[in-house]
Each structure stands twice: as C-alpha cells, then as structure tokens.
C-alpha cells in the first residue's frame, strides 16, 4: 500500500475514534480478534472487510419491517465520521434515533453521498399470522414478525454476496434494543442457517450493538422507520423526499404475502 494512502486511512481511523466510540472500531476488533491493532488495520484494509447493519420498525404494525444497508469497512468509517458531525446540534435532552427521524431529509442526503447497499423486508401479517401461531411450523426463523423479516435480509445479502463473488464473510450486526425473545429466535436460527450453509458468505454469528453508540445503526434505524411509515401510514413530504434518497432502484427487497407462507409451508 502507499505510504501516502497509509497516512490517510491512518488519519480518518484516528479521526472516528476521537469523535468517542465507534462502531466501526468495534467492529474491526472483532473481527481481527487479538491481532487488532492501528498497523494490522492498515493492511487489512485492501481485504475489503464489510458489515451490514440492520434494524427494525414497528414489527407491531400490519406490514413489520426490517432494514438496513450493506457496505465496505472504510466506508461505513467515512460514513459515521460523517454521522457524527451531524450529531453535533442534536439536543443534550434528545436521543440520537429521535433527532435523525425528526431531521429525515438532513441524514438521508448525507447517507446518500457514500452509495450503500440498501436491503429490506417486509410482510403481510395476515397472512403470516397462523405460522406465526404454530411458531414457524419448527422453523424459529419464522417464529415473529422479526426474524422473518431479519432473515429473509440475510438471504437476500448472502444471495448478493455469492452473485458478486465475494470471498471475505460479511459481518452482520443487528439494534441490541430489539425484544428479547425475539433477538434470541433469530440468532439461534441464523447461528444454525448459516453455520450448515457451506457456500453462504455471511458470518456465521451475528452480532447485536447499540444504535445509539453504533451510528451505522442510526442510518438502519432511519431507512427501517421511512419504509414502516410508508407501509402502513402515509409518508409527510420531507419523508417521502428523505425515502427517495435512500430507496434505489438497486435496493435488495422482498414483500413477503400468501404465497410465500405457502412455499415456506411446503418445504
């Protein structure tokens, strides 16, 4: 690698962690385990390391969502350094998810600039309501509203994942915030997916953090509540402007109805 390009990974590394914790920092270590150090990062930044961040929203509601974004590791860095600033006229008395839903159209234009991967599911609960009731038919990822919808986000990263040949396993990380009982559904059923998957290319443990000290959850949270509200309510203007920035036409989705409760039924 050139020097001059060390110097520069080396300053924006130093320049996330003096804005405090960094999610992404976390993530490194985790990642490099006890090899974790500013001099190994900076070799292993041409791996190409990449995470993807999810949330959910209102999986009370008729059409549950879980959502969120897929990136490189050095770019989830620019990503929250960015976040961060932003951050600064936040109100000492606000919490961070309440002050970028109320600033949709200022947070999504700034997520805009860095080209993420978004990736979403929803669905209908009518219909999933009596697989829901037998409790995924012995199938714990189709338990609830959320672990449907968080794994049917996986399947559609790791089906993007293997199209586009990608070799490093992607690190999946969900809000600690989420119900109990439903955080425990899902990593149990993912740790078993993708732990007999030979060819997934997703981590094979997921792991949960604090959308209020992991920014990349932030821009999860903000993408997950546009579309509930979309969904299942009717978007205000500056929402519907903040959802045209972060909805692209790449976007990996699935609205899951009837027929797909049918398929999962079936197999």
Not at 92 to 117: G, H, M
Request: hydrophobic letters at 40%; aromatic letters at 12%.
């Amino acid at each position: 690698m050139p020097e001059r390009h060390k110097r520069g990974v080396r300053h924006r590394l130093e320049a996330s962690m003096r804005c405090g914790y960094s999610g992404v920092e976390h993530l490194a270590k985790t990642v490099l385990l006890n090899a974790w150090s500013g001099s190994v990062w900076l070799f292993m930044v041409p791996v190409e390391l990449s995470a993807a961040y999810f949330d959910e929203s209102r999986t009370n509601e008729e059409f549950p969502v879980v959502a969120g974004f897929w990136n490189p590791i050095n770019v989830w860095m620019h990503c929250e350094s960015h976040l961060q600033r932003a951050l600064r006229e936040k109100p000492a008395n606000l919490s961070a998810k309440k002050y970028v839903r109320d600033n949709p159209s200022l947070f999504a234009k700034i997520l805009t600039v860095f080209e993420l991967r978004p990736i979403f599911a929803t669905l209908e609960r009518k219909s999933f309501e009596p697989l829901f009731a037998a409790q995924g038919d012995g199938r714990v990822l189709f338990s609830n509203a959320y672990s449907s919808c968080a794994y049917m986000c996986c399947e559609l990263l790791d089906w993007h994942a293997i199209q586009s040949n990608m070799r490093t396993p992607i690190k999946v990380v969900f809000d600690d915030g989420t119900e109990a009982k439903h955080k425990i559904a899902l990593e149990r059923g993912y740790r078993k997916y993708y732990a007999d998957k030979p060819d997934s290319r997703l981590s094979k443990v997921p792991l949960f953090e604090d959308d209020e000290q992991t920014l990349p959850l932030l821009a999860a949270d903000l993408y997950a509540w546009l579309l509930s509200r979309k969904y299942n309510f009717v978007l205000t203007p500056e929402e519907a402007d903040a959802l045209s920035y972060l909805d692209k036409p790449y976007a990996l989705h699935i609205e899951l109805d009837e027929d797909h409760v049918r398929q999962i039924q079936e197999k």
